[in-house]
């Protein structure tokens, strides 16, 4: 069994800071890479920042510059610092997970966190 779970998410005012953390946890599940994804109510979900565990990672252009995403091996966790955040930037953030159980590519989903930018 593959469990995602997302921390950090919350209520921030304009121009602050914050992390968000996502481990997953399985057994069999190779990792091989993890990402950031967010959705606003009636929106799409997209692409925040998406990292491979041993090297490249790729980003939204908007995002660009004020979130960086980085990665723990060790512990299968992924963060997502954010800074300067905007209230453009709330949204229910989650992360996805890629991976191999045995020759079968998997992905999955955590249970998203809400952040909110709001004076």
């Known amino acids: 069994q593959v469990r995602v779970v997302e921390s950090g998410g919350g209520l921030v005012k304009p121009g602050e800071s914050l992390r968000l953390s996502c481990t997953v946890s399985?057994?069999?599940?190779?990792?091989?890479?993890m990402g950031w994804y967010r959705q606003v109510p009636g929106g799409q979900r997209d692409l925040v920042a998406r990292?491979?565990?041993?090297?490249?990672?790729n980003s939204a252009d908007s995002m660009k510059g004020r979130f960086t995403i980085s990665a723990d091996k060790a512990k299968n966790t992924v963060y997502l610092q954010m800074s300067s955040l905007e209230p453009e930037d709330t949204a229910v953030y989650s992360c996805?997970?890629?991976?191999?159980?045995?020759?079968?590519?998997?992905?999955?989903w955590g249970q998203g966190t809400q952040v909110t930018v709001s004076s």
């Open positions: 996805h997970a890629e991976g191999n159980v045995g020759d079968a590519m998997m992905d999955y």
């Open positions: 399985a057994n069999r599940f190779r990792l091989y890479a």
């Open positions: 990292i491979i565990i041993d090297g490249n990672t």
